[in-house]
């Protein structure tokens, strides 16, 4: 019997390695497996993600040959510089005159902290001339005998003018040392900032060389024929081979991993995710079917790295819960309330939950209360604790029959209903209303009162980043969706739904949706020039470089998309493609009919069905549109949405003009429409915002401002198509 080919996501995470396989045609989760991250074995994680595999290929009953995708998430790399695990990094700077002087400088970067009391390990040499091979071999020598583990090369305009690196490169693998040039990792002018992404690159690069060897070299031997992929902090993955060469690019990668879930399992076009653990939230934003990302800090410093945009606040499902009186701890809470019949009085001095977190079970080695049984809470009094040294002793636990237990997040959601009955963080509701009532007693007010007070103090913080984050992107209240994932999913995302007013889910099979990212995620890589005055020769090459690059690493050429980002006020030039391994002719178990992809139009739009009306059809997708009046500027506007065969809105448009056209006719037609919608104004001339549903496809051509390029940007979507394939343009004018 030939089974369906699956694809296998593995999240190596600091305490678990978790594995995942799904079927590649359904995205059905089939099996998931947990083990511990062997960071002590000799073979390193690599030892725990092999075993994961292997686990995991037994229980879904699948032989190594039928794994059609296999990619990696670790914290390795972040781990490395967290704990200062890093090789030291030989420097060789180039140049003479002007140019020599801004390369020295760079020794400084021996000085940039890399953990508490310890420096970023960096020795510097300096060559004048890179073609004289004698003065570059010196160097080299210096640096390897003054401990140097791993070599950079660094040049003023090395981005322009390559050879005078490449030559440093050349020499220094003659001496068996891996070696970066500083334009290999990015190509974007800034000499100082360029080299300190370089270094940081450098100085993970042989620890991850190791891993990397171990885990290609097991995988292999197990039978697997695919070939292996690696999590990048941006959302997509790369070749074994790309991170080699750049493996700063899996730094931050782990909560990558849950928003490539989010993005592609939950197929969400419009909101923020939250991935809870049990002492933190992850909070990102994925805005118009695409990851939030921006250049992270490395080591205290900027750098060149594009990482998702993710915002840490400390609250998670164990987050303990605190309480005071008046701004101070309540000590010994269980005598309070004796004297009035059980209860405290509400209001005034009287103890109220001043906190939750960050502070969780996890840490305080306790076990939640919710979990628990009855007899065991038998006889529970509240108590206030230091959890550990240092800790204010506002932190509360139960004293009961079965020992000490940690009140907290997830006791709360349960006790007051927001956990389904089949979410991973579900217990007993009557267990955890028993575990909130010596609370309730000590407020002054009831379970649900207790158990909201709780609520409402966790999700206050993961409520300001959310909010920080839709007005940072823009994002439309009216569409977004929070959604959440991980462990402790259901302590902070339905309850922060139901206080701001919007739309919350949890993930399905939210535990493991990092894994499931990881087994989902697409082949990506992104490419920046700073292009003065771009052409669109230049815009162009720019994006079929990015193309080029993922091909290269695996994905289906016919299946490649490449959205393209024109800044004129840096001039940068950003192209990102992203493409799957395979072409993916889902057989999706479900598709939503008309009345059904009408009735999910209507709720985005917030409209009543009966005036929405279809304004565009392909065979992937069918295109909404309402009107609605506005006060300023007065007038109509006519909000879009486009939903996909699946049900799924995949693009929001608030104010949007929909023309459909073939593949032979778009060139004239578009050229038409973006004279027509073309805005003039005191910020300069701006083409609308373009985006063409092309087959499966939605192009977005929106990062481009100026007509000319987006129009032939819009002819290289079509190349190659049939004329009479159907193309729908969705245009967005620009105020």
């Not at 991250?37 to 229980?59: F, K, M, N, Q, Y």
């Not at 840096?570 to 008309?594: C, M």
């Amino acid at each position: 019997m030939s089974f369906p080919r699956v694809r296998v996501g593995i999240d190596v995470g600091g305490t678990f390695t978790d594995a995942v396989a799904v079927d590649a045609a359904t995205l059905e989760l089939l099996g998931q497996v947990k083990v511990p991250t062997s960071h002590h074995h000799a073979d390193g994680v690599a030892h725990g993600i092999v075993d994961a595999l292997d686990r995991l290929l037994t229980e879904v009953g699948r032989a190594p040959e039928e794994v059609a995708f296999l990619a990696h998430g670790t914290t390795q790399a972040t781990n490395a510089l967290l704990e200062g695990d890093v090789a030291t990094v030989g420097l060789v700077g180039i140049g003479t005159g002007p140019g020599a002087t801004l390369t020295r400088r760079l020794a400084a970067l021996g000085k940039l902290p890399l953990t508490p009391g310890k420096r970023f390990p960096l020795r510097y040499a300096h060559v004048d001339d890179p073609s004289d091979a004698a003065a570059v071999r010196a160097a080299v020598e210096e640096l390897r005998d003054a401990g140097a583990e791993v070599l950079v090369a660094s040049e003023p305009f090395s981005v322009d003018l390559a050879e005078g690196e490449d030559a440093v490169v050349a020499a220094g693998r003659a001496y068996g040392m891996p070696t970066t040039a500083a334009h290999e990792i990015t190509s974007l002018y800034g000499l100082h900032k360029r080299t300190r992404t370089a270094a940081v690159n450098a100085a993970i690069l042989p620890r991850m060389l190791a891993t990397a060897d171990l885990v290609d070299a097991s995988i292999t031997k197990a039978g697997v024929t695919a070939p292996l992929m690696v999590m990048r902090c941006d959302g997509g993955v790369m070749s074994l081979d790309e991170m080699r060469r750049r493996p700063l690019l899996t730094v931050l990668s782990g909560p990558a991993a849950g928003v490539a879930g989010a993005l592609m399992q939950e197929r969400v076009s419009e909101g923020v995710f939250l991935e809870t653990g049990g002492t933190s939230t992850d909070v990102s934003v994925i805005r118009r079917g695409k990851v939030a990302v921006r250049h992270a800090t490395v080591l205290g410093k900027g750098s060149y790295l594009s990482a998702l945009d993710v915002r840490t606040v400390g609250v998670g499902g164990g987050s303990m819960v605190r309480i005071g009186t008046g701004g101070r701890a309540v000590g010994r809470l269980a005598r309070l309330g004796r004297s009035r019949g059980g209860a405290a009085r509400a209001g005034g001095d009287g103890p109220r939950v001043i906190g939750v977190g960050p502070r969780s079970a996890h840490i305080a080695g306790l076990p939640y209360a919710c979990f628990a049984t009855l007899d065991d809470l038998r006889d529970a009094r509240l108590e206030t604790v230091a959890p550990m040294a240092g800790d204010p002793a506002d932190h509360v636990v139960l004293e009961a029959a079965g020992g000490r237990y940690a009140l907290t997040l997830t006791c709360a959601a349960n006790a007051l209903g927001r956990v389904g009955e089949t979410d991973f963080a579900r217990c007993d509701p009557a267990v955890a209303r028993a575990a909130l009532a010596p609370l309730a007693a000590a407020l002054g007010t009831d379970v649900a009162g207790a158990a909201t007070q709780v609520l409402d103090a966790g999700t206050a913080a993961v409520r300001e980043v959310v909010d920080a984050m839709v007005r940072d992107y823009r994002l439309d209240r009216d569409t977004v969706v929070l959604v959440g994932g991980g462990g402790g999913a259901a302590a902070v995302t339905p309850h922060l739904a139901a206080v701001t007013g919007l739309t919350g889910r949890i993930a399905e099979h939210a535990e493991v949706i990092s894994p499931i990212g990881v087994a989902l995620a697409l082949v990506r890589e992104q490419v920046e020039r700073l292009i003065p005055g771009a052409t669109q020769e230049q815009i162009l090459a720019v994006r079929n470089e990015a193309e080029s690059a993922v091909v290269a690493q695996g994905a289906e050429p016919s299946g490649v998309e490449v959205e393209v980002t024109v800044d004129p006020q840096t001039s940068t030039v950003r192209a990102v493609a992203t493409g799957a391994t395979e072409l993916r002719t889902q057989d999706r178990a479900h598709r939503a009919d008309a009345d059904e992809r009408l009735r999910t139009a209507a709720a985005s739009l917030k409209a009543d069905p009966g005036a929405v009306r279809v304004l565009a059809e392909t065979d992937a997708h069918t295109v909404y549109g309402t009107e609605a009046r506005r006060r300023f500027p007065r007038g109509t506007r006519h909000p879009v949405r486009v939903v996909d065969a699946d049900g799924v809105v995949r693009l929001h448009a608030p104010d949007a003009r929909i023309e459909t056209t073939t593949v032979g006719s778009a060139p004239e037609r578009l050229a038409r429409l973006v004279r027509e919608t073309t805005s003039y104004g005191d910020g300069g001339v701006r083409a609308p915002a373009l985006r063409l549903l092309l087959g499966s496809r939605i192009a977005d051509l929106s990062g481009v401002l100026e007509a000319e390029p987006l129009l032939a940007l819009a002819r290289s979507e079509l190349r190659a198509r049939p004329a009479d394939e159907p193309v729908v343009a969705v245009v967005e004018v620009r105020s």
